[in-house]
Structures are given as structure tokens and as C-alpha cells.
């Protein structure tokens, strides 16, 4: 079944592995003023966590073995996302003045692609542990992630 979804898993595995060397040559360029602000520190942690979920999940699809097995992975995966984005969330504070932020900043970050993304990636892995085909809800989650990713290392980037 997992073989069906090679070539999703390399485009997958590919765009997540370049987004992830992108964050770190602009975390790397802004560097000082991320240090100095938790909540930069937080958001860039988090979007890491989001580049590399698909990552992640794009080299358990071309791994040999059962559908439970794949089931059983995918949802060690994201129980250990949700915990790492629990633990940096959790040490997030608000960034710079309400008042001065922009709107469209302001309703991206509060709609936070994190829930949704654990919640996903959590459901195929409990579908195919139950036999059923989760990997459309790989294919959401990761499509998601990414998405969540790029707008949230925007946010970090724009804000000073």
C-alpha cells in the first residue's frame, strides 16, 4: 500500500528537506535578533518542528514493512510532534505590541497550523493501525505542515 505513495513521499521528503535548510540560513542571518527574543526562539522552534513532521512521515512511507507497523510509527510521530510543539508553544510569549502588529500577522499566528496538524497525523496513524488507509490524512497533515510552516517562518521573520 506504502508503495503507492512513493513518489508523494520524495516530492514530500524534498520540499520539507529545502524548507528546512532555508529556515536555518535565516535563522543563522537573524541570528542576534532572534536570541533575543523568546518568542522568536519559540516560533522558529515550531517551525521547524512543522518542516520536519513531513519529513519525517515522507520516510516512513518508503520504509518496508506492514500497514501496522506504519500505523504504529505514524502515531509515535505525532505524539512526539504534539509534544515538542506543546513544549516550545509553552514557552512562547506574545511578540512586540498588539497594537502595532499587523492584522494579518495577528489572525495567522492565532490560527496556528499545530493542532490541526497533530490531530491529522494522528488519525492516519490510527487509521492504519485499524487497517483502514490513513495515508490521504498523511497527505493533509503534510500539505498543512508545510503550508504552516512557510506562513509561520514568515511571521518570525517580519516581526522585529
Not at 501496522?68 to 505524539?79: D, E, K, R, Y
Not at 495577528?106 to 496513524?125: F, Q
Request: aromatic share 4%; hydrophobic share 55%; charged share 15%.
Amino acid at each position: 500500500m506504502a508503495q503507492d505513495w512513493a513518489n508523494f513521499a520524495v516530492i514530500t521528503g524534498s520540499a520539507a528537506g529545502a524548507l528546512t535548510g532555508l529556515l536555518f540560513v535565516a535563522v543563522s542571518l537573524n541570528r542576534e535578533r532572534i536570541a533575543g527574543h523568546p518568542a522568536l526562539r519559540g516560533q522558529a522552534g515550531q517551525t521547524l518542528v512543522l518542516f520536519m513532521l513531513p519529513l519525517l512521515l515522507s520516510i516512513l512511507l518508503v520504509l518496508p514493512g506492514s500497514a501496522s507497523a506504519l500505523g504504529t510509527m505514524i502515531t509515535v510521530l505525532a505524539v512526539l510532534a504534539g509534544a515538542a510543539l506543546l513544549l516550545i508553544g509553552s514557552e512562547k510569549k506574545p511578540v512586540g505590541d498588539d497594537d502595532k502588529e499587523d492584522r494579518l500577522a495577528r489572525l495567522l499566528d492565532k490560527a496556528s497550523p499545530n493542532l490541526i496538524v497533530v490531530v491529522l497525523t494522528l488519525v492516519a496513524g490510527c487509521l492504519q493501525l485499524a487497517g483502514d488507509d490513513g495515508l490521504y490524512w498523511v497527505a493533509a497533515s503534510s500539505v498543512v505542515s508545510l503550508v504552516g510552516g512557510v506562513v509561520n517562518a514568515w511571521l518570525f521573520l517580519t516581526r522585529s
